[in-house]
């Protein structure tokens, strides 16, 4: 058997996987060699502590994670190694487990197969060859959910800031808060899957949730505190975005990019297990499930080069994460485009926004 050809073997087994069979014993299967002797590890550790501003309660919880740092180092050249263009190393969530990972910072429910809300098929001849949202004023600064599983709400609010923008004119900064508190929308072909807060939420009923409230308070009117309050306290009557209507977009990639173009930011659902140890460039790794996890936001489309010249130029998507600036490039991830790498394709929204008379 011809030893190249692996990758792309494993891919084609592996593609629809969940997140919990790509977890280490699998990629240390597929990349292996990977030495558990890490120099300077302690330096790496002493730089990430003070970059990040960590702090540990005693010596054994330091202890714990720094071995959980030295994991993550040994992790992220896993993720290097599958993920060649591009680049895996330290972050701020180098001194967690990949199950602490998920369950602080990951929080989108599964979606039902409803479409109910199916978009319509738009035309694609006259698509730019890229596009990015952040260069009309549709997309305000990167924000930070902490460790509350409130991306979905994250990902929801963008979405809405950038269809109102395009409704208004005006760039409204919106209350992730408000989603947390007080959006406890349920699938009605899928129960279980209630927005909970922290807990998880799905974008498509955050939608259904402010067509049925209003709208969107001003993130100023009701701050975000990345927890679950137990109250909601949504003022109607300080509503500044409101939803017209939303549609779940077709997993055709062209169709994807005329819905952004047209319609504004999209809100996607994403498998996040190689954004733990992103740090820069174009992910497109080898493996990844489809299982998806976290909510984030679609903003544009491009294409780059690459060296060493065996990766030709590679079209990519342009990810607004909830992480804060701190992360990726500035807050953003760029994720290839052309086989739902890491099923980003795979849950796809977009809404529209009227413009609301509440000032």
């Known amino acids: ?40 590890a302690e330096a790496h550790f002493s730089s990430f502590i003070q970059r990040f ?18 994991a993550n180092l040994r992790r992220a050249r896993r993720h290097q190694r599958l993920d060649p263009t591009a680049v895996h ?49 549709a997309v305000t600064g990167v924000k930070n959910q902490g460790s509350c599983g409130s991306c979905w709400s994250f990902s929801a609010a963008a979405a809405l800031e950038g269809a109102n923008f395009l409704a208004t ?12 508190d007080c959006d406890h929308e349920c699938d009605l072909e899928d ?29 100023a ?7 679950d309050r137990g ?43 190689f954004m733990q140890t992103y740090v820069g460039g174009v992910s497109c790794p080898y493996i990844c499930g489809r299982h998806l996890d976290h909510g984030v936001l679609l903003v544009g489309y491009g294409a780059a080069g690459y060296s060493p010249i065996r990766f030709k130029e590679k079209p990519y998507w342009i990810i607004k994460n909830s992480w804060g600036e701190s992360w990726g490039e500035n807050g953003y991830y760029k994720i290839c485009r052309g086989r739902n790498v890491c099923g980003v394709d795979s849950m796809v929204s977009s809404v529209s926004a009227v413009h609301t008379t509440h000032t």
């Open 1 to 40: 058997m011809d030893l190249r050809l692996l990758p792309l073997l494993l891919f084609l087994l592996v593609s629809s996987a969940s997140a919990a069979d790509l977890e280490d014993p699998l990629i240390q299967q597929v990349v292996p060699g990977v030495g558990e002797d890490l120099l300077n």
């Open 53 to 70: 501003g960590k702090s540990y309660a005693d010596e054994k919880e330091h202890a714990h994670r720094f071995s959980v740092f030295k």
């Open 89 to 137: 190393g330290v972050t701020q969530f180098s001194d967690l487990t990949p199950s602490e990972f998920r369950r602080q910072y990951l929080g989108l429910r599964r979606p039902s197969l409803s479409s109910s809300h199916e978009a319509p098929i738009l035309p694609t001849g006259d698509l730019p060859p890229d596009f990015d949202w952040r260069d009309h004023g």
């Open 169 to 180: 004119g005006n760039l409204e900064s919106l209350s992730e808060q408000q989603l947390v």
């Open 191 to 219: 129960p279980d899957s209630c927005d909970s807060g922290c807990n998880g939420g799905l974008m498509t009923t955050a939608f259904q949730y402010l067509l049925k409230a209003g709208g969107l308070e001003r993130e």
């Open 221 to 227: 009117d009701y701050p975000y505190t990345g927890a």
């Open 231 to 273: 109250g909601c306290k949504f003022d109607k009557s300080k509503i500044a975005a409101s939803v017209l209507n939303f549609s779940v977009v077709s997993i055709d990639e062209d169709q994807i990019a005329a819905n952004l173009v047209k319609h504004g930011p999209l809100a996607v659902g994403i498998n996040a297990i």
